[in-house]
C-alpha cells in the first residue's frame, strides 16, 4: 500500500517541484506503468514536455496504511501495530526529553531546508527559463523558417508566460498546504478528527486518504476553471463547455473514488492478516492492479470521456495497418475520438498488451496533418515499443516499488519518523503520508538523470521512425506543426530542459530530423 507513494517520486518527472502528498500524485504514479504506452504522444512530441494534454482517463487514487485503533489490541495486527502507544512514544524514549525536543528540533529544521532548497531552485529555473524565453523569444528559428512568423512567436511567448505564471502561483499555494499540513501539525488534528468517524481498521484507512484526494480536488477547481476558461480560451485551445467541466469532474471523482476505496482497503486487509509480508502481497496487488487497467481503461474508463469510432479517413487505415505490420506488430483497431469536444491540442496514443496494439488518434491530429505526418508520428510511437522502452519502464518501476515498499515497511516501525516533521507522535497513516512526503525529496535530485534516459528514448524512436518510413521530413514536419498549433515554447533554457524535459526540445529535434534528410 505503500508503493505508490515512495514509487511516486521515481515514476513522474514533475514540471513543478514539491506539490505535497496529492492523491493525483499516486495515481499518476500507477499512470507510469497503467499508462506507460502513452507516454510518447503527438502532443509530447512537440514541446519537449508535455503541452496540456488531458490523460484519457482522470482516474485518481492512492493508498494508504491503516492508523492503530485507539486502545484496541488486536492480536492480528502487525507487530509493531500491536500498542497503540508503540506509535505515539517519544523517539527518544531512552533519552532525557530535553534531549528528545533538540534532537526533534535539529530533524525537522534539516528536513525544512532542505525542502525550501529544492523549492528555491525549483522556481529559480522556472524564472530562468522565463527570461531566456523573453530575451530570445523573438527570433524565428531557422529550421522553423516559413513556418512561423512573429505573431505566433509573440502569442507562444504570451501563452508559456501566462500557463507558467498559474503553475508558480498554484505550486506557491499548495506548498504553503504541505509545509502547514506537515510542519505545523496540521496532520494531527486531521488524523484526529478522522478517527472520530469510524473505529474500523480499514475504514479509518480509506476516510483518512479519501478526505485528502477530495481536499486535492477541491484544491485544483479554481485553477481548472481558470486555466480552462480564461487562459486556454483566450488562445483558442478551449472548446469545453462549463457542463462539459462539471460532468468530467464529477465522472472523474467518483472513478477515483471507487479506485481507492478498493485498493486501500485491499491494502489493509493484507496488513491486517499478513503483517510480516504485506510488503510483498500489496506489491503484487498493485501490480496485478496497474495490469488490469492498462486492459479495462480502454474500454471501460476512457469511453465514459470521449467518443470512440473507426478513422473516418479514407484509406488511412489501411497504411496504419500496413505500417504496424511492417514494425512487426499487429493491429487490433484504429480509431479517432472527438477530442475536439474539449480542446485542440492534438494528440495520438497506443494501447495494449503484447503485440495486439490498439491506435487512438485525436480528431484534431487528423485535421491538422497529412498522411505522411500522421504515419511519421505513429511510427515514432511505434519505434517506443520496438525498442521496448515501455517493458523497460515497467521493469525498472516495478523493481523500484518493491525495494521501497520494503524500505517503508521498515521504517513505519521507527521512532524517529515523526520527529522529521517536528512531531513527537504520529499515526500509521500520518507515518505514511509522511513517507510519501519525503519520498518527493528525495527522489527530486533523480529528476535530470531521468529526463536525461527519457531523452534518449526519444531520439531513439525518432531514429526508428525515419528508418521504418523513409522520410525523416515527414516527422519534422509533424513537430513544426505540433509547436506552432499548441505554441511550444521554441527557446526553452538549456539547463531548465536538460532538469525536467522529457523530451529534447523541438528545435533540436527537427535539425536532427533535417539533417538525416539531407
Partial sequence: ??????????????????????????????????????????????????????????AQSCTVPPRPESGICDKRVPSFMVSPQQFMKHPSSGSTPEHGSIIIVAMKTLVLVVYLSFLSVSFWLKFLNLRYLKEHGQRVPPEF????????????????????????????????????????????VYDGWIASFSESFVGRGVLFFLGLMYAETLFGIPFSLFSNFRIESRYGFNTMTGRLWLNDLIKSTVISSVLLVALVAAALFLVHYSPGWWWLWVW??????????????????????????????????????????????RVN????????????????????IGRVKRIVLFDTLLESMNRQEILAVLAHELGHWKKQHVLKRIIVTEIVALAAIFLAFKLLAWDGTPSLVGLEQASL????????????????????????????????????????????????????KLSKENLSNLHPHPLYA?????????????????????
Fill in 1 to 58: 500500500m505503500v508503493l505508490p507513494f515512495l514509487v511516486m517520486g521515481l515514476s513522474k518527472r514533475p514540471n513543478d517541484l514539491m506539490t505535497g502528498v496529492s492523491p493525483n500524485d499516486l495515481m499518476r504514479a500507477l499512470s507510469g506503468t497503467v499508462r506507460v504506452q502513452s507516454h510518447g504522444t503527438a502532443v509530447r512530441l512537440a514541446g519537449g514536455r508535455p503541452i496540456s494534454s488531458r490523460s484519457l482517463h482522470s
Fill in 145 to 188: 523558417g516559413g513556418a512561423i512568423d512573429a505573431e505566433i512567436l509573440r502569442q507562444t511567448t504570451s501563452y508559456t508566460v501566462e500557463t507558467s505564471r498559474l503553475g508558480v502561483v498554484a505550486s506557491i499555494l499548495n506548498n504553503v498546504l504541505v509545509l502547514v499540513f506537515f510542519f505545523g501539525g496540521l496532520i494531527v
Fill in 284 to 329: 503484487g496487488v498493485f501490480l496485478l492492479f496497474s495490469i488490469f487497467l492498462m486492459y479495462i481503461s480502454p474500454y471501460v474508463i476512457e469511453p465514459l470521456f470521449f467518443k470512440f469510432e473507426p478513422v473516418r479517413v479514407e484509406g488511412l487505415e489501411t497504411e496504419i495497418r500496413s505500417l504496424v505490420e511492417k514494425a512487426g506488430f
Fill in 333 to 352: 483497431s484504429v480509431l479517432q475520438v472527438d477530442a475536439s469536444r474539449r480542446s485542440r491540442h492534438s494528440n495520438a496514443y497506443f494501447t495494449g
Fill in 429 to 480: 497513516y500520518a507515518r505514511l503520508a509522511l513517507l510519501a512526503f519525503l519520498g518527493t525529496l528525495l527522489t527530486y535530485p533523480l529528476t535530470p538523470l531521468l529526463s536525461f534516459l527519457s531523452r534518449r528514448h526519444e531520439r531513439e524512436a525518432d531514429r526508428f521512425a525515419c528508418n521504418l518510413t523513409g522520410r525523416p521530413k515527414d516527422l519534422a514536419g509533424a513537430l513544426i
Fill in 498 to 518: 536538460s532538469v525536467y524535459y522529457s523530451h529534447p526540445p523541438v528545435v533540436d529535434r527537427v535539425r536532427r530530423l533535417q539533417e538525416l534528410q539531407g
